[in-house]
Structures are given as C-alpha cells and as structure tokens.
C-alpha cells in the first residue's frame, strides 16, 4: 500500500447526544506510519482536537494536522475508540516530541 492510499472509514463521521462529531483522522505526511486517531468538535469543519493527546501530532504536541475522514492502514488509536464511546470531546494540547513540525 502506498503512502498516499486511503483507507475507508465507514463510521464516520458520527454524532453524539452532547453534540459532538467525531472524524477519523490520518496523519496527513504519512497517514500509515502511526493508527489514526478521532477527532472531534461542534461539527465537521470545527474540529477542535484529537481524542487521546497522541493526535496533536504537529508543533511538538501543540496541534494537529489530519487527512480529515482518512484511517490508517494500523487502524485507529484505542484510547480515542474507548473515549469516543464514553461520549468524551477533545483532550487539551499535550506537549511531547512529535516528528514533523
Ligand atoms: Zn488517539
């Protein structure tokens, strides 16, 4: 599989009763190198942050940048699985070492 190929996410996007939409996301310079994690926010285009501080993959974890309704050939991130199902919104930015600016 190249790097560049899709992988589909049926379930998303969805909703949830407080009114959060969750979206899959990949990591938009290799979207396979790490699982995609869920993103959520008011609606599909506010998307306020990742489910598990993992997701703020840019700017040493001060923000995001995703392929929006893309997964990863690794499968999406079980810590943003349990919280989506718990009914969670976005963690806040966690600072770690990330691999792209
Ligand atoms: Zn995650």
């Known amino acids: 599989m190249s790097k560049t190929d899709s992988v589909p996410t049926d379930d998303y996007p969805k909703e949830n009763p407080e009114g959060w939409v969750y979206v899959v996301g990949a990591d938009r310079n290799n979207p396979h190198e790490c699982k995609a994690h869920v993103y959520a926010g008011p ?3 506010d998307l306020r ?3 598990c501080g993992y997701g703020w993959n840019r700017s040493d974890g001060g ?3 995703i392929l929006r309704n893309n997964g ?3 499968g999406v991130c079980e810590t943003c699985r349990k919280r989506e199902k718990a009914g969670a919104g976005p963690v806040p930015p ?3 070492k990330t691999r792209w600016l």
């Open 43 to 45: 609606s599909y285009g």
């Open 49 to 51: 942050g990742p489910l």
């Open 63 to 65: 923000a995001f940048s």
């Open 72 to 74: 990863s050939s690794r």
């Open 94 to 96: 966690w600072p770690h």
